[in-house]
């Protein structure tokens, strides 16, 4: 779907990460794995809306034979699959997992760093980030070994904190993700033979077809997941839709196109993106219908319009959530950023700063995402 507007030139210059992107001091259990999550220990002692936060002194969690800290996500269910609908831990118990996907690595470089993913993980509770690197618009065509580096390096962090990851090969435009097929397996071949190992990582290989059928879609798809499955042969891959991972809904079709010739592949979720004011009631029984037969994971959605920005309809977003809990449909939402539009979580200038925590830097999609993650 149609849903931003352009931040900045294609030919925007890669900036410079924030530094330090090191094994950090890791947060406990989120809202869903503990009944009260303890304090955690962070890089240092500051104070948030929500009050002090933790202190650096505080002992940092012993992590466990996964080699999560304990009581992070990672460590309470361990490596996931796909069984049946539904996505599952270690225990084969279906798992719904809550998230924010990152805006596009250049437009952003600022606001996947190791604060900002401490806080997601110690302060929102959440249990997964989505790194969305861009192959065209400014991003990964542009400078290949640049932009692989820093996937390499929000990974790393973000398993560091026992958070899980979903890879997102971020197609936009053109639609076709076969014109950018060499390029995703060229990516994937090699991100995937260095982070298989740490059973985190959920690999995303093209965020929302567009103008171009389920046959070709499932071509590329079925093109790409043998190169993950080369060095991953576990990791659960998501494959976008059709119609800007609608299912086809956006493009006058339905799941029936997917549920009638899925992808000869296993292990693998269907995606499913919306934007709560404009998809409501036909979006969301394409989705409860759907996911009778269709393993699903909404791996962004908006509390905006398909734009990107405009008010906000929390209304439609809450319904929506209550309908993804009840399905145990994970999410993630757009977007972990600090721009302009009404999608960024964070208020303008925060991602240059430290504290990401408590109520008082956030946006009103920010704190109505943060207390539902934590809810």
């Known amino acids: 779907m149609h849903r931003r507007a352009v931040l900045t030139s294609a030919g925007v210059a890669l900036a410079a990460l924030v530094t330090g992107w090191a094994a950090l001091a890791v947060p406990t259990a989120s809202a869903e794995t503990e009944p009260t999550a303890p304090a955690a220990s962070a890089p240092a002692a500051?104070?948030?809306?929500?009050?002090?936060?933790?202190?650096?002194?505080?002992?940092?969690?012993?992590?466990?034979?996964?080699?999560?800290?304990?009581?992070?996500?990672?460590?309470?269910?361990?490596?996931?699959?796909?069984?049946?609908?539904?996505?599952?831990?270690?225990?084969?118990?279906?798992?719904?997992?809550?998230?924010?996907?990152?805006?596009?690595?250049?437009?952003?470089?600022?606001?996947?760093?190791?604060?900002?993913?401490?806080?997601?993980?110690?302060?929102?509770?959440?249990?997964?980030?989505?790194?969305?690197?861009?192959?065209?618009?400014?991003?990964?065509?542009?400078?290949?070994?640049?932009?692989?580096?820093?996937?390499?390096?929000?990974?790393?962090?973000?398993?560091?904190?026992?958070?899980?990851?979903?890879?997102?090969?971020?197609?936009?435009?053109?639609?076709?993700?076969?014109?950018?097929?060499?390029?995703?397996?060229?990516?994937?071949?090699?991100?995937?033979?260095?982070?298989a190992a740490r059973g985190t990582v959920l690999w995303e290989i093209a965020n929302e077809p567009n103008g171009v059928g389920w046959a070709a879609i499932k071509s590329y798809a079925e093109q790409v997941i043998p190169v993950i499955r080369a060095a991953d042969p576990d990791g659960v891959v998501l494959v976008g839709t059709r119609g800007f991972s609608s299912l086809g809904v956006s493009e006058g079709a339905d799941e029936t196109e997917v549920t009638d010739d899925p992808v000869d592949a296993a292990n693998i979720m269907y995606t499913f993106h919306f934007y709560a004011a404009s998809h409501r009631d036909l979006q969301r029984a394409t989705v409860a219908r759907a996911a009778r037969s269709l393993p699903l994971f909404v791996s962004e959605f908006g509390t905006q319009t398909f734009t990107g920005d405009g008010p906000n309809d929390l209304d439609s977003a809450t319904t929506w959530l209550d309908l993804l809990k009840s399905l145990k449909i994970g999410y993630a939402m757009w977007s972990y950023s600090d721009g302009p539009e009404s999608n960024s979580v964070f208020r303008r200038g925060i991602c240059a700063g430290t504290d990401f925590t408590g109520t008082a830097v956030l946006t009103e999609s920010g704190a109505f995402i943060r207390s539902r993650i934590r809810g």
């Open 46 to 195: 500051t104070t948030s809306a929500d009050g002090p936060t933790a202190d650096a002194g505080e002992p940092t969690p012993t992590a466990d034979a996964t080699g999560a800290p304990a009581g992070s996500p990672v460590a309470v269910h361990g490596r996931l699959r796909v069984c049946g609908v539904h996505l599952c831990d270690q225990d084969d118990e279906p798992v719904q997992l809550r998230g924010m996907s990152s805006h596009g690595l250049q437009f952003f470089p600022n606001c996947l760093n190791p604060d900002s993913l401490a806080a997601l993980r110690t302060d929102w509770r959440a249990d997964f980030v989505r790194v969305a690197m861009y192959v065209q618009e400014g991003g990964f065509e542009t400078d290949p070994a640049g932009f692989t580096r820093r996937v390499d390096e929000a990974v790393a962090t973000a398993s560091a904190l026992g958070l899980y990851v979903v890879v997102d090969f971020h197609i936009l435009t053109p639609g076709d993700p076969n014109l950018n097929l060499e390029r995703a397996t060229s990516f994937f071949a090699e991100v995937a033979a260095r982070h």
